[in-house]
């Protein structure tokens, strides 16, 4: 309906402009027409009067009979009367009424007949006393030998004469009527030429506001709606540009903070969330997919965050602190940014996970802690050692005795420095290193190999099995031989004479097993969680003989080795029944 308004504006403004044009020209033409048919008439009637006159001045009828046989032939069924009248006043013939029945007209109340007996033409307009009708009456004097004769009268009937004008009026009528028609059709033709490019630059500019920028404004031409259609389309390819624009910045803004493993949480001026990345969510531990617009207080759990927000809030521009919960420690940074908008970003906070950086901070103390205790004792002992032998130089049984112990604390020494340089080695390994083709027999070979001749020093029975024969992997050897190593080395040097250590290797397609179980003395149950450290030992281990004792590094290779790898180990024993450690590495289909 609204856009209908300006379509009936344009119409009726276009109507009513056409149709004061058309009246104007109506209306002066009737009146130009209607002076033009009066004068005509007039005309018309003066000149039959002077016919009439120059008639019977010509041809006068011999008797009254034959005069007033004349008159009625001369008009025929004209409405128009002709009287003839004679210079007394007397009626010699009339076209209509008897003349013996009718007055004399040389009275007052004729002037017209009076001024022609005087000789002058004459008219009037009178009702007729004769015929009860209206009439326009012109005379004309019949002249003979220079005298008046005879009156020779013309009568128009005024209602003719009406009804001619009201002819006109009617065909004026038509006129108007048919002229108004084509002037409807002009003005709408008008009006559509007009509003139908407004439409449609009206319908685009809806368009673009409900936020369509593919509309067009279609209007061809030259003129000012065309040039304001080339205008609205320009604006919407600029609009359509900034947007384009604005939204590829968002999604790139989006996808930078959604990739960043920092925790980002912004909020407006009253606490309510505007943005939550990804990581946030894992950090604080949201649920809730969308907390978009949610206050930030009724969302988040931790009251350390929910204090560091307070005091930024009370405090200044930015606050800095940490966020102990269920033993994870954020690093927090929460600052003010001025709001662009109402509802714009007010406060930013960055939340990183700093539990592994602390508790590898702990573990640096720790690890310094053992390896200066791990390191003192054979130091000390070389040092004793290297004093007695500046001071037993002469005693031959004292330089070997000496001899032995230090031979024994430096091989300590070089084990300890070379299960660290591995363990160095396979944490900052970035990969799994060199891939190569590994067979189970290859490895159980290298087993026998290198671990044979310990097992029998120690008089354990060292048993390699494999299953099946044939089987091969792709892994990196290095890493596996390591492994092997460090397991069979250690149940070997922690079992007892007599007793035995079975190693078993398991091919599938979905993976590789190894197994190592020894009949040592085994682990407690409460400490059997921290076997994987480094320099962990049990304490049966630390105050036992020194030529049995490991660096404790072995199952903390072990444990890297396997996780660089992508598998898991476990553990299980028991006091008194021995330990058996296991090794699980899971193969993708080209591996196997």
């Not at 040039?227 to 939204?247: C, F, K, P, V, Y």
């Not at 803004?253 to 943005?275: F, M």
């Not at 903390?556 to 553990?571: E, F, N, P, T």
Request: aromatic share 4%; hydrophobic share 40%; charged share 25%.
């Amino acid at each position: 309906m609204k856009r209908l308004c300006l379509l009936i504006k344009l119409f009726m403004g276009n109507l009513l402009l056409v149709g004061a044009v058309v009246a104007v020209g109506l209306i002066v033409s009737y009146d130009g027409l209607n002076t033009w048919f009066m004068r005509h008439n007039r005309t018309a009637q003066d000149q039959a009067a002077d016919m009439a006159a120059r008639y019977f001045e010509d041809t006068p009828p011999a008797t009254q009979a034959q005069l007033n046989q004349a008159v009625r032939e001369l008009l025929g069924e004209s409405e128009m009367r002709l009287t003839v009248i004679a210079d007394d006043g007397g009626v010699l013939g009339d076209s209509i009424a008897d003349p013996t029945s009718m007055d004399k007209h040389n009275t007052p109340d004729r002037p017209e007949v009076l001024a022609a007996i005087e000789g002058r033409n004459g008219a009037d307009t009178r009702r007729s006393k004769t015929t009860s009708v209206e009439y326009r009456y012109v005379t004309r004097p019949v002249m003979r030998d220079g005298k008046v004769a005879a009156v020779v009268r013309l009568a128009m009937p005024v209602r003719a004469i009406a009804e001619d004008r009201s002819l006109v009026r009617e065909t004026l009528v038509w006129t108007i009527s048919a002229t108004s028609a084509v002037a409807a059709a002009l003005a709408i033709l008008m009006s559509w030429i007009w509003y139908a490019p407004l439409n449609q630059i009206t319908r685009t500019a809806e368009q673009l506001a409900a936020g369509n920028l593919d509309a067009r404004a279609e209007v061809s031409g030259a003129d000012e709606l065309a040039g304001l259609a080339r205008t609205l389309n320009g604006m919407r390819d600029n609009l359509a540009r900034q947007i384009r624009a604005a939204e590829t910045q968002r999604r790139q803004l989006s996808s930078v903070v959604e990739s960043l493993r920092e925790g980002v949480v912004a909020l407006d001026k009253t606490g309510h969330i505007v943005l939550v990345n990804s990581s946030a969510f894992d950090l604080l531990d949201l649920d809730e997919a969308d907390l978009t617009g949610r206050e930030f207080k009724s969302v988040i759990t931790g009251g350390q965050v929910l204090d560091l927000y307070y005091k930024l809030m009370s405090a200044g521009e930015s606050v800095d602190g940490q966020a102990h919960d269920g033993g994870r420690t954020l690093d927090i940074h929460a600052a003010r940014v001025k709001a662009g908008s109402p509802g714009g970003i007010a406060v930013l906070m960055v939340l990183r996970d700093v539990t592994e950086i602390e508790r590898a901070s702990a573990m640096k103390a720790e690890f310094v802690a053992n390896a200066s205790h791990e390191l003192r004792t054979p130091l000390a002992t070389i040092r004793a050692a290297a004093e007695t032998l500046g001071d037993s130089a002469d005693s031959p049984q004292a330089v070997e005795k000496v001899a032995a112990i230090l031979d024994r604390h430096i091989t300590r020494l070089e084990q300890m420095t070379n299960d660290l340089l591995n363990l160095h080695l396979i944490e900052t390994s970035s990969d799994q290193g060199s891939v190569t083709e590994i067979s189970l027999d290859a490895l159980a070979e290298h087993i026998r190999d290198d671990h044979g001749n310990q097992s029998r020093d120690a008089g354990v029975d060292l048993s390699v099995s494999i299953d099946p024969d044939d089987f091969t992997f792709k892994s990196n050897i290095t890493l596996w031989r390591l492994i092997v190593d460090n397991l069979v080395g250690n149940a070997l040097k922690f079992t007892p004479g007599g007793g035995m250590v079975t190693c078993r290797l398991t091919g599938r397609s979905g993976g590789v097993t190894l197994n190592v179980t020894d009949t040592g003395g085994g682990i407690p149950p409460e400490i059997q969680a921290r076997v994987f450290e480094r320099f962990f030992q049990a304490a049966a281990c630390r105050s036992g003989d020194a030529a049995v004792r490991g660096t404790g590094l072995g199952l903390a290779i072990v444990k890297h080795a396997i996780d660089r790898l992508g598998g898991s180990v476990w553990l299980e024993s028991a006091p008194g029944e021995g330990t058996s450690v296991t090794i699980e590495l899971p193969l993708k289909p080209d591996e196997a």
